[in-house]
């Protein structure tokens, strides 16, 4: 391959020839991808009304930021900053095309679909410099796209298409002879703004640099300076504003790392993370595939770089539902053990070469059908609890401040004020949460009496701890299979006994146009 040079010699993902061109494979390729989310997407629109729903709610505190920045000109959810994005530039560049086009609730499907779009071109140049045969290469992508949940990440609206892409590139910059300090360290920026987890990569890409590139330590430094610079002045804007250096998000993610003393949670997450993803076949091939280059450390940066963000991700980060915080280690960790396996001596027509990968397609085949099986419940989910949240607020509760959980819909469609009960959008919350002082009736009350609130949408297990005697149930909304809320339950109280009958009412109107997926109850009214 490549007259016998290492691929890193000669891979420019940028460089067009050889025998995948754009006229014959990539813009047909690129038609076909669109297509088929087209298709998904009017799939998982008729099965919510044809009203298309994110397949979470976090995608809508996306909008509700840029919604705010741009009425009221603050980075949170309410009148006060908080850092309740850890995504400080996806949710930034979703503020600019709301500034510039007009508010709109599709701009991240829109941001995804062409991220998804790049890193298919991504993969598809890299395998055309390594001579890979169109077909080999076409039957590879397509299987990580498909069976790595790539659909899945574009129709959450969140950043995690991205993610990968900026990791892709990163690590194509890294494997280069003499690689750009200057490139890496924007990269690094760009990564580490997208999600925090790219700061893992940064970080093992930065010893590969050190160790095998003897890359000068003033270079290393400008590189760590450009990665750690927007977690740094985002951090200290929030501690400026009574948060913390962290995002809200990833103080309650990550406090079983923050407040423990034990020396094991390393260890028994790593086992985890083995007991709940496809990582753990995958990191057993590439280990496989690691053993057979063992001699050659050059052609091994790729799964370096991912191997060691896998361990740092496992000790210190989380996993999501149907994988999608570690969404990017299965894909990478997928590709570039295809791009090692490609190293080994070929025998016989390419599609006979094809059995050396099926391993790689048996691993991500059992990783499919819980994504396909699993989007279209979460869009209906989301639609039948939180966005119907977020419309009878909208039309019944007008610029209230209310107690809610999630607060993501509320935030974009509704005008009125959310106190965010979990802490994600309010540093106040937020501080008592992390002193497990929050959910007592005391706090709860002392809160709301400060803030003015009648009214409250929370769940169950959330309602219990902080209980009030003067609190008057109205009502409730159930959402049927729910698999991605937090509780199929959402109960409606009214605060005092003043402002119960109008709650009862607005829920009994509101009930006539519900969606079937969200069954309504009143309380306390003779007609149901």
């Given at each position: 391959m490549f007259n016998g040079k290492s691929v890193y010699e000669k891979f420019n993902p940028f460089q067009w020839g050889g025998e995948l061109s754009v006229k014959q494979w990539l813009i047909p390729t690129t038609l076909v991808w669109l297509y088929y989310l087209f298709l998904r997407f009017s799939y998982i629109a008729s099965k919510t009304e044809g009203y298309f729903t994110y397949l979470l709610d976090d995608s809508y505190i996306h909008l509700g930021i840029a919604r705010n920045l741009l009425e009221r000109g603050v980075f949170g959810l309410t009148e006060n900053f908080s850092a309740v994005s850890s995504s400080p530039l996806y949710t930034l560049v979703i503020y600019l095309l709301n500034l510039c086009f007009g508010l709109n609730e599709y701009y991240p499907l829109f941001m995804n679909i062409v991220g998804s779009v790049g890193v298919l071109w991504y993969c598809l140049l890299y395998l055309r410099e390594m001579k890979v045969h169109f077909i080999i290469a076409l039957v590879v992508v397509i299987s990580l796209f498909i069976f790595s949940s790539i659909e899945l990440l574009?129709?959450?609206?969140?950043?995690?298409?991205?993610?990968?892409?900026?990791?892709?590139?990163?690590?194509?910059?890294?494997?280069?002879?003499?690689?750009?300090?200057?490139?890496?360290?924007?990269?690094?920026?760009?990564?580490?703004?997208?999600?925090?987890?790219?700061?893992?990569?940064?970080?093992?890409?930065?010893?590969?640099?050190?160790?095998?590139?003897?890359?000068?330590?003033?270079?290393?430094?400008?590189?760590?300076?450009?990665?750690?610079?927007?977690?740094?002045?985002?951090?200290?804007?929030?501690?400026?504003?009574?948060?913390?250096?962290?995002?809200?998000?990833?103080?309650?993610?990550?406090?079983?790392?923050?407040?423990?003393?034990?020396?094991?949670?390393?260890?028994?997450?790593?086992?985890?993370?083995?007991?709940?993803?496809?990582?753990?076949?995958?990191?057993?091939?590439?280990?496989?595939?690691?053993?057979?280059?063992?001699?050659?450390?050059?052609?091994?940066?790729?799964?370096?770089?991912?191997?060691?963000t896998l361990l740092l991700h496992a000790i210190f980060g989380k996993y999501g539902w149907v994988w999608r915080y570690e969404t990017y280690l299965i894909f990478t960790l997928g590709f570039f053990s295809f791009v090692q396996l490609a190293y080994l001596p070929l025998n016989g027509k390419w599609h006979v070469s094809l059995y050396k990968y099926l391993p790689i397609y048996l691993i991500l085949f059992w990783r499919g059908p819980a994504v396909y099986h699993g989007e279209v419940i979460a869009s209906k989910n989301i639609y039948a609890q939180m966005v119907q949240m977020a419309r009878f607020a909208k039309t019944y509760l007008g610029t209230e401040t209310i107690a809610v959980n999630d607060v993501g819909a509320v935030s974009f469609y509704a005008n009125t004020t959310p106190m965010d009960c979990a802490g994600l959008s309010d540093n106040q919350i937020m501080h008592l949460v992390l002193k497990g002082a929050m959910f007592t009736p005391e706090n709860f009350r002392k809160l709301a009496n400060e803030r003015k609130v009648n009214y409250a949408?929370?769940?169950?297990?959330?309602?219990?701890?902080?209980?009030?005697?003067?609190?008057?149930?109205?009502?409730?909304?159930?959402?049927?299979?729910?698999?991605?809320?937090?509780?199929?339950?959402?109960?409606?109280?009214?605060?005092?006994?003043?402002?119960?009958?109008?709650?009862?009412?607005?829920?009994?109107?509101?009930?006539?146009?519900?969606?079937?997926?969200?069954?309504?109850?009143?309380?306390?009214?003779?007609?149901?």
């Open positions: 574009v129709f959450t609206g969140m950043e995690h298409v991205w993610h990968i892409l900026f990791l892709l590139i990163l690590i194509t910059l890294v494997i280069q002879p003499k690689p750009n300090f200057w490139k890496v360290a924007l990269v690094s920026l760009l990564l580490s703004a997208t999600r925090y987890e790219g700061l893992f990569s940064v970080a093992v890409a930065m010893v590969w640099l050190f160790w095998q590139v003897k890359m000068p330590i003033k270079h290393l430094l400008i590189i760590a300076i450009a990665a750690w610079l927007p977690a740094t002045i985002y951090g200290l804007v929030s501690i400026y504003h009574g948060g913390f250096f962290l995002p809200n998000s990833l103080m309650l993610k990550s406090t079983d790392i923050i407040y423990t003393s034990s020396y094991l949670l390393p260890i028994t997450k790593l086992f985890k993370l083995w007991n709940q993803s496809p990582l753990n076949l995958l990191s057993l091939l590439a280990g496989y595939i690691l053993y057979m280059h063992r001699a050659d450390l050059s052609k091994l940066a790729p799964l370096f770089i991912v191997f060691g949408m929370v769940f169950p297990h959330i309602y219990w701890p902080m209980h009030d005697k003067n609190w008057v149930e109205c009502g409730k909304f159930t959402t049927k299979y729910n698999l991605v809320c937090a509780d199929s339950t959402v109960l409606f109280f009214a605060l005092d006994s003043t402002h119960a009958p109008y709650l009862k009412s607005s829920l009994a109107q509101f009930k006539m146009q519900a969606p079937t997926d969200c069954k309504v109850e009143v309380y306390g009214l003779d007609y149901q």
